[in-house]
């Protein structure tokens, strides 16, 4: 005999005690394992004819699960924004991390956005250190430089006045 499937909420505060999460995020994840779920009972109906197949959550029940969580404190996108400005902000610039917010649905209020801007410059400075042994003697090795800094996100200016050597 199997174990019923989790709950949704179950499934939402699981997910929330493994990490933050944004509230786009979540429910994107809880809407696939609804979809999981149906096609699950599908088969199960089609193996069992005549068994009724259970009502499936609505994305309006989805919805008021997530309001419930955030009215508990348990779903909070300031703490959601911190966690991944902790875990982004020494490897990757400005522009990765807002356009991997807004991937989330959420962005940086203007004083983050200050102090990430004001540490820019050395955050690329540690990334690129981290790299390279110094600056590129050739320009193919300063556009091979500039190109991996822009990948991570870096701004134009910043990158320029790494591989240029005048970063101080």
């Known amino acids: 005999m199997s174990r019923p499937a989790p709950t949704l909420r179950s499934r939402a505060i699981g997910w929330l005690a493994q990490r933050e999460h944004s509230r786009v995020e979540l429910r994107r994840k809880l809407l696939a394992a609804v979809a999981r779920q149906q096609r699950a009972a599908a088969d199960a109906a089609d193996a069992a004819e005549g068994v009724p197949a259970a009502a499936a959550p609505t994305e309006q029940d989805i919805d008021d699960l997530l309001d419930g969580l955030a009215a508990k404190g348990l779903l909070s996108t300031e ?24 991937q989330h649905g959420v962005a940086v209020d203007a004083a983050t956005a200050q102090q990430l801007q004001a540490s820019e410059l050395e955050r690329a400075r540690a990334v690129w250190a981290k790299r390279y042994e110094g600056l590129a003697p050739d320009a193919g090795g300063r556009a091979r430089q500039a190109r991996f800094l822009t990948a991570r996100g870096f701004s134009a200016e910043v990158v320029r006045r790494i591989v240029m ?3 101080g």
């Open 165 to 167: 050597g005048r970063d």
């Open 79 to 102: 703490r959601f924004v911190e966690s991944r400005l902790l875990a982004r902000a020494p490897r990757y610039g400005n522009l990765r991390i807002r356009q991997e917010l807004a």
